[in-house]
C-alpha cells in the first residue's frame, strides 16, 4: 500500500503540473494558433475544424484545472467538517457528472453535433450494466448523459489503467466506486475478482458501465485481430469476428465477472455512430465531428432473460454483438 501511494504521488506530481502547463500555454497563445489556424481552415478542407478542436482541448483543460480545485475543497471540507462519507461520496459524484456534462455541452456547441436516440424505453427501469460501442474519445459521455443523469443513477465505470494520467479521472474516480484495469497483467485474476467486487456492491440505483471491446475501435486494430485469429487457427471466432465489419471482438470477461457480482442486474446495449474516425484530440482537426448527426440505439436484456451459466451468457453476449452490429449498420445507412 505505501508503495501504491508513493506511486500515485509521482504520478500526479507529472500530470497535473502538466495539466496547468498546457492550458496557460494555450491560452497565452491564443490569439497566434487562433489567427494561425483560421488561415489554414481556409486553405484546406482537413483543418477546417481545427480552431474548434483546439478551444475544446482548452475547455478540457479548463475543466480538468476546475475539477482539481473542486475536488481538493471537497477533500478539505470533508476532513475538517468531518462530513459523512455517503455525503463526499455523493458530491464526487456530482463533480464526476458537472465534468462531463460540461464537456459534452461544450462539444455540442463548438461543432454542432446532433443527437438522435432510438429505443428510449429501455432506458426505463433500475441501473443496469451498460455495454456501448467503443470508437472514440466522445462515446465514454454518452452513458453518463444519456442515460445515468437523466435517470438520477450514480454511474461506476471500468476503465483502462492508462486513463490514471487524466488527473480528475485519477483523483474523483478512484474515491468513487469505479476500476481501472490493468488489460496486460498476466495473472488476470485479481483485475476480475476486483470487477466481481464493485458489481456485488452496487445498489439497484447504480449504473455499471464496460467496454467489451477494451479498446476504441479502428480499421487498423481490427486488422491486428483478425490477422490473430488466423493464426491461431481459431476458425469459429475467425468468422465471427470478420462478419462484425464496424466493431472489435468482444472480451467478455469483464462482463462475465460484472454478471457474476450483480447477477440481479439488466443489460443494456448502446450502439452508436457519429463518432468514427475521431479516435484522439488530434483527429478533431480532420472536421469529422463538424454539423455531424450522432445516432444511439439502446435495447435492455432483462435479469430474467439472462442465463445463469457462463457458457450461456457468452453465447447471450456474443448473440447481441451480432445486433449491436446490425444496428450500426442501419443507423450508418440514415
Given amino acids: 500500500m505505501i508503495w501504491l501511494t508513493h506511486h500515485t504521488l509521482a504520478r500526479r506530481l507529472i500530470s497535473i503540473p502538466l495539466i496547468f502547463f498546457t492550458a496557460a500555454l494555450l491560452l497565452a497563445l491564443a490569439p497566434l494558433w487562433i489567427t494561425i489556424f483560421a488561415v489554414l481552415g481556409l486553405l ?19 475543466c480538468e484545472i476546475a475539477g482539481i480545485f473542486a475536488s481538493c475543497w471537497l477533500w478539505l471540507h470533508h476532513n475538517v467538517a468531518q462530513t459523512p462519507r455517503q455525503a463526499y461520496l455523493d458530491a464526487n459524484s456530482a463533480l464526476q457528472f458537472w465534468w462531463a456534462d460540461t464537456l459534452q455541452r461544450g462539444a455540442n456547441k463548438l461543432f454542432r453535433l446532433r443527437f438522435v436516440i432510438e429505443g428510449k424505453e429501455a432506458l426505463d427501469g433500475p441501473g443496469a450494466i451498460v455495454l456501448p460501442r467503443h470508437t472514440s474519445i466522445g462515446d465514454t459521455l454518452l452513458p ?17 489503467r492508462e486513463l490514471l ?9 478512484n474515491r468513487l466506486p469505479n476500476v481501472f484495469l490493468n488489460r496486460v497483467a498476466q495473472d488476470m ?26 479498446t476504441r475501435f479502428s480499421k487498423a486494430k481490427r486488422d491486428r485481430v483478425l490477422k490473430a485469429l488466423k493464426q491461431n487457427g481459431d476458425q469459429d471466432a475467425l468468422n465471427r469476428a470478420e462478419s462484425w465489419t464496424e466493431l472489435l471482438p468482444i472480451r467478455p470477461a469483464g462482463a462475465l465477472a460484472l454478471l457474476q457480482g450483480a447477477p440481479n442486474k439488466d443489460l443494456l446495449f448502446l450502439a452508436h455512430t457519429g463518432f468514427e474516425g475521431s479516435a484522439s484530440f488530434a483527429s478533431l482537426v480532420n472536421g469529422s465531428w463538424l454539423d455531424t448527426t450522432v445516432r444511439l440505439r439502446f435495447w435492455r436484456i432483462k435479469r430474467a432473460d439472462i442465463p445463469c451459466d457462463e457458457a450461456g451468457r457468452r453465447t447471450l453476449l456474443s448473440d447481441q454483438w451480432d445486433v449491436m452490429q446490425q444496428a450500426v449498420c442501419e443507423m450508418m445507412s440514415k
Fill in 44 to 62: 484546406s478542407a482537413k483543418l477546417r475544424s481545427s480552431v474548434r478542436c483546439l478551444c475544446f482541448i482548452c475547455l478540457f483543460l479548463l
Fill in 144 to 160: 453518463l448523459s444519456f442515460y445515468a443523469k437523466a435517470k438520477q443513477l450514480k454511474v461506476n465505470y471500468v476503465l483502462k
Fill in 165 to 173: 494520467l487524466d488527473p480528475c479521472l485519477d483523483i474523483v474516480g
Fill in 189 to 214: 485474476g485479481p483485475e476480475l475478482a476486483g470487477l466481481e467486487k464493485l458489481a456485488a456492491q452496487a445498489s439497484d440505483d447504480d449504473t455499471l458501465v464496460i467496454y467489451m471491446e477494451g
